[in-house]
């Protein structure tokens, strides 16, 4: 999703692409060279990451998956999961599977999701959504008990906004958000505006505070930036948000007839949030 709210390094050794079953979830790459490969020489696809061999991402993840204690449950609009550009399956790539879990769907009640049912209702779990009862995570980070779990949105602002109103589940947490003047670094999907970031880059900062190590947040953004790299170097172009389009005098579209949109950019422009 993109959320109001980011960084990159170490970790330089390359794991490789990887010919692996698909399927295959190990973040270590060691031993996987010896697993079948018929079904991936077929779709010419990397096993690890799933993506063209060409541009595999392998190299750009940590060897080894990250240790930490704070738990990710991802909420994916089924709409983002289509997508071709996704960041979530970076960020998984990034962690042990059982700190990063995806759900799917638009509705998540308690009879079809116990599990989720009584993470909401743990006192340890924060969910991730801006807003005005929203606290700051860095401040809370200080004095919250590990470890925790965090619920993360996935979809666009409008997406997102349904999910989180339309299930009671996830107004059980403590609502908090990332205050963060850093751009994003996903280049090639346009976001409203400079600060919007990617669910990835919201997961690398969250968990970079909670766990009180920056180097997590550089590790987990690495991929994120080669697949940047890889696009541009094959023709996308890089979409400034409007914000910056606008403040730049790069914006080449009509200006709006509608007051409503006009006044909308006009706010984007003074940097209100909106
Ligand atoms: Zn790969």
Sequence with gaps: METAATGREESGAAAGPVEAAAGQEDGGCEGLWELPVER???RAECGRCSRPRKVCLCPFFPVHPLKVSTCLYIIQHPAEESRVLRTVPLLAACLPGDKCKVLIGRRFGEDRYPELAAVCRNSSTLILYPGAEAANLEEVALIFPSPSTI??????WSQAKDI???NSLFRLPKQVQ???SISSQYVIRTQ???TCLSTLECAAIA???MEKNDGIRETILRPLQALCSFQLQHGAQIHHSKEHLLKNGLYDKPMPKNKRKLRRMELLVNNVKI
Excluded at 151 to 156: A, E, L, P, Q, S
Aim: aromatic share 10%.
């Design 40 to 42: 991936c020489v077929r």
């Design 164 to 166: 989180f109103y339309k």
């Design 207 to 209: 968990l970079a505070i």
């Design 151 to 156: 619920i993360i949105i996935d979809g666009t």
């Design 178 to 180: 990332l205050k963060t």
């Design 192 to 194: 409203p505006t400079n």
